[in-house]
């Protein structure tokens, strides 16, 4: 699965750290998120769209191969 969470902390000039701390995870998680060694839960993707004002599928996508 590709994400666009690094892209879109950078539209709202926001640090992992304040994205973790706005969806309650660990910045460790958002680095890991963002470089694809973690899939996020279904809440904490949901949460993350939420927080940038976008639908899950436009932050997270799918590819052929998940």
């Known amino acids: 699965m590709k994400n666009n969470v690094k892209v879109e902390r950078a539209i709202k000039n926001i640090t992992q750290q304040e994205l973790a701390e706005a969806v ?3 910045r460790q998680t958002i680095n890991f998120i963002e470089t694809g ?3 996020p ?3 904490v993707a949901l949460k993350i769209a939420r927080y940038f004002g976008k639908h899950a599928d436009e932050v997270f996508v799918l590819e052929e191969d998940d």
């Open 24 to 26: 309650g995870v660990s």
């Open 37 to 39: 060694r973690y899939m």
């Open 41 to 43: 839960s279904t809440v």
